[in-house]
């Protein structure tokens, strides 16, 4: 089945609906695939997502839990933030993992690259692995309670199996590094 790369959807008319630091909300008026008018609402995400593993050479990670305003409960799951536009990516996760674990890293490599919420936003992310761990103070946002716990990573995967890890970073992660593993690559 042939997959046209065009965008079959036709923008009449476009306003923005909400705009902070963050993120910007926009409805637009359309034209469907199937010739239809209607409206589609975007979410425009003003940072990339950052993804962090950290992996040490007892094969543990480290997971942050905090309260998650959007979703009213509470989530375990790997060191996460934004990277501003301009700044290259790899420096925005060394400064997260930092900020949020105290940990720096020796070897880095991007393992993943996602599309978050594709049906309602244009939110994107990057996720690496952190290898060559050396532990020092942290430095969370004045907007994080954060604890920190250091697992094994048979245990941290087996949270994901289980689904008592829901964040999507941290789920392609786990797996992707899971599979790294399976097939020798690490």
Not at 55 to 61: A, K, Q, R
Not at 142 to 147: A, G, P, S
Request: proline share 6%.
């Amino acid at each position: 089945m042939h997959h046209p790369e065009e965008n079959p959807w036709q923008i009449t008319s476009e306003k923005t609906v909400y705009d902070n630091p963050w993120l910007n909300l926009t409805e637009y008026q359309v034209i469907n695939p199937s010739g239809n008018p209607g409206i589609y609402g975007k979410v425009h995400f003003k940072n990339l997502a950052i993804g962090i593993l950290p992996l040490d050479d007892e094969m543990n990670t480290y997971l942050v839990g905090q309260f998650r305003f959007p979703l009213d409960q509470y989530s375990w799951e790997l060191p996460e933030g934004g990277g501003l536009p301009d700044v290259d990516p790899l420096e925005s996760a060394k400064r997260e993992l930092l900020e949020e674990t105290g940990l720096k890293a020796d070897s880095w490599s991007e393992i993943q690259r996602l599309h978050l919420s594709n049906s309602v936003s244009d939110e994107s992310s990057i996720v690496y692995l952190a290898r060559g761990l050396k532990q020092f103070e942290s430095e969370p946002e004045d907007t994080e309670q954060l604890i920190i716990k250091k697992l094994p990573f048979d245990d941290v995967c087996q949270m994901v199996y289980d689904g008592n890890i829901t964040d999507a970073i941290t789920v392609a992660a786990v797996l992707k590094v899971r599979l790294m593993i399976l097939e020798g690559k690490l």
